[in-house]
Every structure is written in C-alpha cells, then in structure tokens.
Nanobody, 125 residues
Framework: QVQLVESGGGLVQAGDSLKLSCAAS????????VGWFRRAPGKEREFVAA???????TYADSVKGRFTASRDSAKNAVYLQMNSLKPEDTAVYYC???????????????????WGQGTQVTVSS
C-alpha cells in the first residue's frame, strides 16, 4: 500500500520560512516525478512545484524565487523549502507522485496518482 505523508506545516508570520517534507512508503521517489500542490480556502487545488527524479525542478510563477523543491534519495523523501512567505501562501499543501518511471514533471494534478493527506500552512500578516 502506497502512502505519502507530508509534514512541516504550521503557523508563521509573513516573511518567515517553512520546510515541508514528504515521505513515501510502498513507493520509490527515486525514479518518479513528485509534485507539490496547494489548496487555499475557497479555491481549487493548484500547482506549486515539481521535481523530477533527476532533480530538475519547475515552479509556479507565484512561488518562483521563493520556494525550492529538493529530494533525498537515501531517505526516499522530497522537500519544499518556502522562504519569504506571504499571507496568500496560506493553504493546505499536498505532495503527489506520478507513479510513472522516469517521467517528466507535470503541472496538472490529474497526472499524479498518489497523494498525501496534506499539511496546513498559515501565514499571518
């Protein structure tokens, strides 16, 4: 059974940083693409960032330059370092895996097969 578990969310002030983690069991990230998505209150789930098994990354324009996705193959984990947080970054953040060997990244949530339960990030002004 595949399980993705996010952690690291919390309540911070604008300008602060957080680092989210996503750990997988029953699935390897080492040959897969992993995405980060978020859903703000009253909004649809949206793409935030993605990282390919090679380490190549892509970001939504709204977070480019502030967020950094990374991976640790030994720990079978991926991370999202979030700097200079803004109140509009407040959302539930999800990691997701495509389950497609050597796949490219994708900005479309429907391209991802496995999802975590999400972790809440709240940024106060």
């Amino acid at each position: 059974q595949v399980q993705l578990v996010e952690s690291g969310g919390g309540l911070v002030q604008a300008g602060d940083s957080l680092k989210l983690s996503c750990a997988a069991s029953g699935h390897t990230f080492n040959t897969d693409a992993v995405g980060w998505f978020r859903r703000a209150p009253g909004k649809e789930r949206e793409f935030v960032a993605a990282i390919r098994f090679t380490g190549w990354t892509t970001y939504a324009d709204s977070v480019k330059g502030r967020f950094t996705a990374s991976r640790d193959s030994a720990k079978n984990a991926v991370y999202l370092q979030m700097n200079s947080l803004k109140p509009e970054d407040t959302a539930v953040y999800y990691c997701a895996a495509r389950d497609l060997t050597y796949s490219s990244t994708s900005t479309y949530l429907h391209d991802y097969k496995y999802w975590g339960q999400g972790t809440q990030v709240t940024v106060s002004s």
